[in-house]
């Protein structure tokens, strides 16, 4: 049987240790590269082509000593120039990631961080853990996301694979079966999702990833349409749920929580209109109205529905069995 396959470091991780030690002023030649770096001959001398040709880096080969070397000193590989704003945002992105461990993308995630901080470390020392303690995330109610569930839909997204699985809706009861060519993988609101077409209701589904289970491959393929973006798919959606209605929404919320709601962007239609008593008037286009239903009761009584009719009485209901639930 052949043994086990001997996998190269990435080119710029072998130009990086070459840059290294010719700027140690070590013996570098191919004899010892091609041994440290488990490459081929060819493949450091074309390594080293690259760093002379198309990195400006000024290596030579001195015969006397049958060694490569700097012909004067060199500060810095030029991979990645950042200026002070660029390295602020890269610390910040580091501790950001503390937000996703323990959800599937946090290995991923590490690695393309050293990678990126690894680069610049010719060029800038810093420690991430120290230099920045004055910044920190916390996002409330993080989804739970089975790993092996996340692992199988996402190989079946990117091999257009079909697939089946079972599914609860909220508050439903017994889980169905359901057959599904996964388009998506999306995360909104803190929570997976899947967009598919659900082949037993022929339609573009969405489905939250802790209600699923069982997934398994039909062993079947199909090719996604090209007109499918998720862009376009939540176009129309506060947060997760669209629909095919065109809702104007008209939100009024007093001048105690305008500014509050004035800091974020909501979505991508708002449109604000000031109000001489100091409230925040907020339009949106939706296609669906649940949505933007529970986000309007998190406001409680410092926001009022003025259109459409149907969200205002729909709220108008809620509010009576809530009275109810609380009188006495």
């Given amino acids: 049987m052949p043994g086990p396959v001997q996998l190269s470091r990435p080119p710029l991780e072998r130009m990086l240790r070459i840059h290294d030690a010719l700027r140690r002023g070590s013996l570098v030649n191919c ?11 060819k493949t450091i001398v074309r390594d080293i082509a690259f760093m002379r040709d198309r990195l400006d880096l000024p290596v030579e080969f001195d015969p006397r000593v049958n060694a490569y070397r700097y012909t004067h000193h060199v500060e810095a590989f030029p991979t990645v ?11 910040v992105a580091q ?5 996703y461990r323990g959800t599937p ?18 060029r800038v020392a810093f420690s991430p853990g120290d230099e920045i303690q004055t910044v920190s995330f916390k996002n409330i109610g993080l989804g739970k996301t089975d790993l092996a569930a996340f692992n199988a839909l996402s190989a079946a997204v990117l091999e257009q694979r079909e697939v089946t699985f079972d599914y609860r809706k909220p508050g439903g009861g017994a889980a169905s079966a359901r057959r599904v060519q996964p388009y998506h993988l999306a995360n909104r609101q803190n929570l997976w999702y899947l967009v598919g077409f659900d082949l037993g209701r022929s339609a573009l589904r969405t489905f939250a990833l802790p209600r699923l289970s069982g997934v398994k491959r039909t062993g079947a393929t199909f090719t996604r349409p090209e007109d499918f973006s998720p862009e376009k798919f939540f176009a129309n959606a506060l947060g997760v749920l669209g629909g095919t209605g065109d809702w104007r929404v008209v939100i009024r919320f007093s001048p105690a929580v305008a500014e509050r709601v004035r800091e974020r962007e909501w979505h991508e239609s708002q449109t604000l209109r000031e109000l001489p008593d100091g409230a925040l008037e907020v339009t949106l286009r939706l296609g669906a109205l649940e949505e933007v239903r529970q986000w309007i009761l998190g406001w409680g009584a410092d926001a ?25």
Avoid: C, W
């Fill in 81 to 91: 120039n950042v200026t002070e704003g660029e390295l602020l945002a890269l610390l």
């Fill in 105 to 122: 993308f946090h290995r991923q995630l590490s690695i393309a961080f050293e990678k990126l901080s690894g680069s610049l470390r010719d």
């Fill in 31 to 41: 004899t010892r590269l091609v041994r440290e770096l488990e490459v081929s001959r």
């Fill in 304 to 328: 009022e529905v003025m259109a459409p009719a149907e969200l205002r009485e729909s709220l108008g209901e809620t509010a009576r069995r809530l009275a109810q639930v609380y009188r006495g």
């Fill in 95 to 99: 501790r950001a990631l503390e937000q």
